[in-house]
């Protein structure tokens, strides 16, 4: 039942891209058709606001994109929407093509933004958090994070090949710009000797006793994972640091970088984009406006921006246990 007047709605990627952003696009589409909806496709994200850059698209253009990373749609973090006067333009933008709904698929950038539009212009926004770091209040995981961490996991496999053939020490370094949530996935999964993240400060000390602890227990080599973001610093400081102290060990770096954010998308990102993406446009029609959409044990559940973006989404200590255990 369709409680609200909406009758064209525009659909935008922004911030990070994050495999799942097509599948949730596709679904976007696809459900707004079915509800009678208009739906114009936005490129290059707010840039493609203020610069006009919409068309209105049709089931077909969603086809074959499903398995696809990226976006079909670009992606861009804008400065100019940053401005009052980028957002008055974005705004006469969607007034020329009576867009009167929005689905905005990023990260909380993409969400402050967001924000600021509706409370200027009162144009209905719901959310759908797409970001490799899964760093987002009001859902339990973003589209994008479920297929990082299997990516990254295949790239760490293959460094332990070398990591025991030579009896090496590597710190490899996972995206994660101020969360740990792709890193302790990855240290559990890879079975690293040690997770660095920023929820969890571990000190230089503490590396090097986890690397001697090991050694005498006869391990030959080690992996520590370290988040983009930990305190120490990145995993080339840190790994100067430890080798200072401990220069006869044979240590290595590799930082895995943006391979993380490209790829086909696991089921979970597919199922996932496409869940969220129904649930938004379903949201905006039932009158929902500036709020993200998440899933929360398996429940759709709307979260307002300022909360989403504010709120913090700690990493389950228990994961953080796990691996001090596994190390044992
Ligand atoms: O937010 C997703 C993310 O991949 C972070 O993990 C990383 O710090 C950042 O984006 C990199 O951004 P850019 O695309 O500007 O290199």
Known sequence: ???????????????????????????????????????????????????????????????????????????????????REGRTKGHLELKKKKIDGLVAIGGDGTFTGANIFYNEYGIPIVGVPATIDNDLYGCD????????????????????DTANSHDRVFFIEVMGRHSGYI???CGIGGGAELVMVPEDITSIQGVIDTLNKGRDKKKTSAIVIVAEGDEQGNAHEIA??????????????????????GGSPTSHDRILGSRLGMAAVEGLVNGGKNVMVGIIESRVVYTDFESAISGVKPINDELIRLVKVMNT
């Open 1 to 83: 039942m369709r409680h609200s007047k909406i009758k064209n709605i525009g659909v935008f990627t922004s911030g990070g891209d994050a495999p799942g952003m097509n599948a949730c696009i596709r679904s976007v589409v696809r459900t707004g058709l079915s509800l009678g909806l208009n739906v114009y496709a936005i490129r290059h994200g707010y840039d493609g606001i203020i610069n006009g850059e919409m068309e209105q698209i049709q089931s077909f253009h969603v086809s074959n994109i499903l398995q696809k990373g990226g976006t079909i749609l670009k992606s861009a973090r804008s400065e100019m929407f940053m401005t």
């Open 141 to 160: 995981y973003t589209i994008g994070f479920d297929t990082a961490v299997n990516t990254a996991l295949g790239a760490i496999d293959k460094i332990r």
């Open 183 to 185: 890193a302790i996935h």
């Open 240 to 261: 100067n640091r430890v080798s200072e102290q401990l220069p006869k060990l044979d240590i290595r770096v590799s930082t895995l970088g943006h391979l993380q954010r």
